[in-house]
């Protein structure tokens, strides 16, 4: 039994390998002086899941405009397994989110995700997060944010950055604050049976590149640009593929699209929560 546990780990990690070769993504890091941001391995996608169950935030506040953290525990949990598949099962170069785990000392602490839509075009992304309740007031979330943004300002050569918040969330307002963002109007949405108003925030490169901020080290993204409709010059800014309706399914070869298919595959049996 036991060298049967031992082989099985040893194909495990070959296999891990491979899978990043055909899905590249899996071997983006953003590293700061606290934290690592990557995408989860399996078992790190339950501990995530594990700790959005235990709470996302405290208890009579809604700082989200989406739904799914209001869930109760379990359906939280599958909730966000769910969008995980659902992003990768989906993602084209004209609309993606890449949903980054968030590991501080190897632990997972909570989720930055990166999304955009029509990115080779526009150059602007957007961005969501959360941090288990427990690791709150730590000063994470600017951080894992600030990772954020480097990724798309430094390494895929974005214009700009957009956020959104409602007036009562003072510590997502107080991030964005922080690391250069300016208001950019209001919005009226209908979030949980109510209309609500959100505050638009916007950064400009401009902004990013006047602000001061920590260090962050990129890895890994050179073999990703084509899943964001970007070729890398040799030592400039990512430049747009010249090619009409590029997608990720027309960059990437056949082993890549057969992934695709396998995440979308494993999602049919569940109903999709909105998002």
Known sequence: MAEYAGDRGTGYRDNALMLIDHWPLLG??????????????????????????????DPGSRPFLVSWPGLPPKDRARALVQRHWRYRSDWSASDWTLDLAVFADGQVVGQQEISARDYPVLREVSTF??????????????????????????????????????DDNISALRVSEKLGYQPDGIERLAAHGQ??????????????????????????LTQCLPLFGLLADSHTSPTTIERPGITASRIVDGGKRCLLRHWLKRMKPFRLPQS
């Open 28 to 57: 983006l890091r953003l590293i700061t002086s606290r934290l690592e941001l990557r995408l989860p391995a399996d078992e790190e996608l339950g501990d995530l899941a594990d700790l959005a169950a235990e709470g996302m935030y």
């Open 129 to 166: 997060s959360w941090l288990g309740i427990r690791h709150h007031g730590q000063g994470i979330g600017t951080q894992m944010r600030a990772a954020a943004l480097h990724l798309a300002f430094a390494g895929l050569g974005a214009t700009d950055a957009t956020s959104g918040s409602f």
């Open 195 to 220: 209309v609500t108003t959100t505050r638009r925030l916007r950064l400009t490169r401009d902004r990013w590149e006047a602000t001061d901020r920590a260090p962050v080290t990129i890895t890994g």
